[in-house]
């Protein structure tokens, strides 16, 4: 359809008009995420994990892209908003398939692929959930990352209880945004620029995480800590 990549898009509740800076806060926001890339790479300095400096960069490409939605407001600006997002959710599966669970690359690969289907499968049943709308999309990723730590909870007790508090934390970031429309009348500013501040917060920790993971090798298959 012609023009329909700039098709204008408001779906927050700061937002009241189509100017660039109709979303000063949500756009504002956008920055934990490039501070949270910043202190990632600092910490990483040496680390000799190319995986994660590749997570920190997408994080910094999240807030970039993020940014661009929330002042441009327009269908391409979605989709470099929610484009690296995917990204870091793919890159992770793979690292923590590889590195947590001690998989081949080949099936680290594979269980990257096992997302769509898994996230085709899924999202439909959390669009059920009355309230949830849009972040219907970003359910399934909390849920996942959970499985990953119960996985580990014996073989790799430490990353376990870290991948716990990002999916909890992702589960407090996705209320945030689910809550933004229906408060709009009571916060005219909404609560999307919550989830922007914890989700940073949470994408930096789950690199943080993986750092972790990283000097504190696995302990043998079945050995709990």
């Known amino acids: ?9 408001d779906g927050y509740c700061e937002r009241l008009d189509p100017g660039f800076w109709a979303e000063p806060v949500n ?26 400096n ?22 391409w600006a979605g989709l470099a908003d929610t484009l690296p997002i995917l990204l870091f959710i793919l890159a992770y599966i793979y690292a923590a398939t590889r590195d947590y669970l001690g998989a081949r690359p080949f099936w680290a690969a594979a269980a990257v692929l096992g997302f769509f289907p898994y996230a085709a499968a899924t999202v439909p049943l959390f669009a059920l959930v009355p309230g949830l709308g849009s972040s219907a999309g970003y359910a399934p990723v909390p849920v ?37 429309e229906p408060l709009c009348a ?20 789950m690199i943080e995480v993986y750092r972790r993971h990283g000097r504190a090798p696995l302990a043998p298959a079945g050995q709990s800590s």
């Open 1 to 9: 359809m012609e023009g329909s990549w700039t098709t204008a898009v």
């Open 27 to 52: 756009a504002a926001t956008n920055a934990a995420f490039l501070i949270a890339a910043a202190i990632m790479a600092w910490r990483l300095r040496g680390a000799h994990l190319p995986l994660a």
């Open 54 to 75: 590749i997570l920190t960069a997408i994080l910094a490409l999240i807030g970039i892209g993020s940014f661009l939605f929330h002042t441009f407001a327009e269908r």
């Open 144 to 180: 996942l990352i959970a499985a990953y730590a119960v996985i580990l909870r014996h073989r790799a007790p430490a990353t376990a209880r870290g991948l716990a508090i990002g999916a909890g934390l992702l589960v407090l970031s996705l209320t945030f945004r689910t809550l933004d």
């Open 186 to 205: 009571a916060l005219p500013l909404g609560t999307h620029f919550l989830w922007h501040i914890l989700n940073a917060v949470m994408l930096g920790w």
